[in-house]
């Protein structure tokens, strides 16, 4: 049965956290892309993008384009992008489509934390 997409966003300093419910497809791509500064591009303090994955239910094609287009846009201009709650399955996944060239999968938010502030000290 499918469950119907949810977004939820949290900033912290020089961040977003993108709390994603539901199925991932091709329609969660307007949500998503409005949900960061009004769609067109990120904005100028953010540095570190991450995608709270623990309550995807599905992901489809489009929805794994979705992830490739969010997470190529944010290397574009400088975004590190990461992501955790991600099943084994849609990892192996991840790693066969060549999405963690763009995004990188952690255990959990903490393992997130600690990585986002190693990268501000440098």
Do not use: C
């Amino acid at each position: 049965m499918e469950q119907p997409f949810k977004l939820e966003v949290r900033q912290f300093p020089n961040g977003i956290v993108l709390k994603l419910v539901g199925d991932l497809t091709k329609t969660a791509d307007t949500e998503l892309f409005s949900s960061i500064n009004g769609g067109t591009e990120v904005d100028s303090n953010v540095r570190f993008l991450a995608l709270d994955l623990s309550q995807v239910t599905y992901i489809n094609s489009g929805g794994m384009a979705v992830l490739i287009r969010l997470a190529r846009m944010g290397r574009k201009i400088g975004v590190h992008t990461f992501a955790w709650g991600v099943s084994q399955h849609y990892e192996k996944l991840f790693r066969m489509v060549g999405l963690t060239e763009f995004l990188m999968l952690y255990p959990n938010e903490f393992a997130v934390i600690q990585r986002i502030e190693a990268l501000e000290l440098n």
